[in-house]
């Protein structure tokens, strides 16, 4: 046991300068490739890629709405909204929650919470009705444990069930992206995942958190990484299979 807790106690004292390196040889790497990378082809190339699959590429934005985090421990209740990228610029506003059903009691039990939230593509409703009309919304729910295996580390196993569903379509024009011409956008997906994370306390209020999801229908992948304090956080999210792949993310908090 003492071993375990010397092995986590590194962990946690690395973990910001591996984060930091990591950052730093991802951008060591845009760097090196700046002479080699197409930026006008690759753009094109994505956005034909989410013209042929609009509803895989809403579905990903969805998914940064969720709640990711687990609720701190002696709270019963988080509040949250992710801002970029969703609703700035894609207009997905969001609103998601967790509610800690029963608390931690280290070395006896863990901490067992109900999470989920609702999301929905504003500009449907901004816009003229007379050029686009419909409505594209999810929601995502689940179950969450979570258990203290160092004073300042904790490990989550999580399942959730998670789903988009809609439909917009273009009345006077198609949609023309690259060729690619769209009448409308039809998307009903549902998916349920299998969630395993870890969260490290790296000083006062301020966490870093890892995530790493599979879906059970699709054998979807995806990863998290989250850097929180108070009120904030930011991070990263990586989708392998998706249309952009990694979406830098900015969303706010409140617990009780």
Do not use: C
Request: no cysteine.
């Amino acid at each position: 046991m003492r071993r375990i807790s010397a092995t986590v106690s590194k962990l946690i004292r690395f973990a910001p300068r591996g984060a930091a390196v990591f950052f730093f040889l991802f951008l060591l790497a845009g760097r090196t490739l700046h002479a080699k990378l197409d930026f006008e082809g690759k753009g094109k190339a994505i956005a034909l890629e989410i013209a042929t699959n609009p509803g895989g590429f809403l579905y990903d934005l969805h998914q940064l709405t969720e709640s990711v985090q687990p609720t701190r421990m002696g709270r019963r209740l988080t509040v949250s909204s992710q801002l970029l990228p969703t609703l700035l610029p894609f207009t997905m506003g969001n609103l998601s929650g967790r509610f800690t059903l029963v608390h931690e009691h280290i070395g006896v039990s863990p901490q067992i919470e109900l999470f989920g939230g609702y999301s929905q593509l504003l500009a449907l409703t901004q816009v003229d009705s007379d050029d686009i009309d419909g409505k594209i919304s999810g929601n995502h729910y689940g179950l969450s444990t979570v258990w203290s295996v160092h004073p300042k580390a904790r490990v989550q196993v999580a399942y959730e069930t998670s789903s988009l569903i809609g439909k917009a379509t273009f009345k006077k024009k198609p949609l023309d992206v690259y060729g690619t011409k769209l009448t409308d956008i039809k998307i009903t997906i549902k998916e349920s995942f299998v969630l395993m994370g870890a969260e490290l306390l790296r000083g006062e209020r301020k966490y870093l958190f890892t995530q790493m999801g599979f879906g059970l229908e699709s054998t979807k992948l995806m990863a998290r990484v989250v850097f929180s304090g108070t009120t904030f956080d930011w991070g990263l999210t990586v989708y392998p299979e998706g249309a952009l792949v990694i979406y830098p993310t900015f969303g706010f908090k409140f617990g009780l």
